[in-house]
């Protein structure tokens, strides 16, 4: 069964460093979403990207973060100066068109800020 | 503005002993609500989607309800694998955003 998958798995970094979280939606899907879940918490969207361009994105998603698609099949988050409180689970999910359809997750990226 | 709540943060279920989830909401159009299982370090797996009140769907031992108001996972006879966090989430009109509740962490103990 085709699944998202994301990478790397864990991430340790420095305050101030830049880090890129890559995803691999599944293959025939169209539309492609960031969330995080800080630990104890519950899971907030960030941004969702569609036709190579953000069509929504929230209030956390500000001028330190930036979503790109390189290529055909990667989906890439980068954090451009990390703060303390970037850590979190960062989780990319995909569905094949928008509206009701169900966002497929995947297993997520654990992001720690020193 | 769209919310969710989930009740109880906790269960602890001896195995076979049946109970219900719950989820309430406000949104300002259902678009639909999912339901989703996570385990500890891992990302939301898809349950259920239902769109509209009184629509019921069920897999194995669960099973999913949706009023106007709230949604709730009944499960029954659980084993010790479901053990799990439940996540509830809600979609409104004109996003594709999902909002979500903070959970109910099931126990099932042999």
């Known amino acids: 069964e085709p699944e998202v998958t994301q990478t790397p798995s864990h991430q340790v970094t420095q305050m101030g460093q830049e880090v890129i979280l890559r995803c691999v939606p599944i293959s025939n899907h169209l539309y492609f979403y960031w969330y995080r879940q800080i630990l104890g918490q519950k899971v907030e969207f960030l941004v969702s990207?569609?036709?190579?361009?953000?069509?929504?994105k929230s209030e956390i998603f500000d001028d330190q973060f930036s979503v790109e698609r390189p290529d055909g099949s990667n989906f890439t988050l980068k954090i451009r100066s990390t703060k303390l409180e970037d850590s979190a689970m960062y989780f990319c999910?995909?569905?094949?068109?928008?509206?009701?359809?169900?966002?497929?997750f995947g297993p997520g990226t654990r992001l720690l800020v020193l | 503005e769209d919310q969710v709540t989930q009740s109880p943060e906790a269960l602890r279920l001896q195995e076979g002993e049946s109970s219900s989830l719950n989820c309430s909401y406000t949104v300002s159009g259902l678009r639909g609500l999912f339901w989703y299982r996570q385990d500890p370090g891992k990302g939301p797996e898809f349950l259920f989607t239902?769109?509209?009140a009184g629509e019921e769907k069920e897999k194995e031992r669960l099973k999913a309800t949706l009023t106007k108001k709230e949604s709730f996972l009944h499960i029954t006879a659980p084993k010790p694998e479901d053990s799990a966090t439940y996540l509830c989430?809600?979609?409104?009109?004109?996003?594709?955003?999902?909002?979500f509740g903070t959970g109910t962490r099931l126990q099932v103990f042999p």
């Open positions: 239902l769109y509209s």
């Open positions: 989430a809600v979609q409104s009109y004109n996003t594709d955003k999902l909002i």
């Open positions: 999910a995909s569905v094949t068109g928008g509206g009701i359809e169900t966002q497929y």
């Open positions: 990207f569609y036709n190579n361009e953000i069509s929504e």
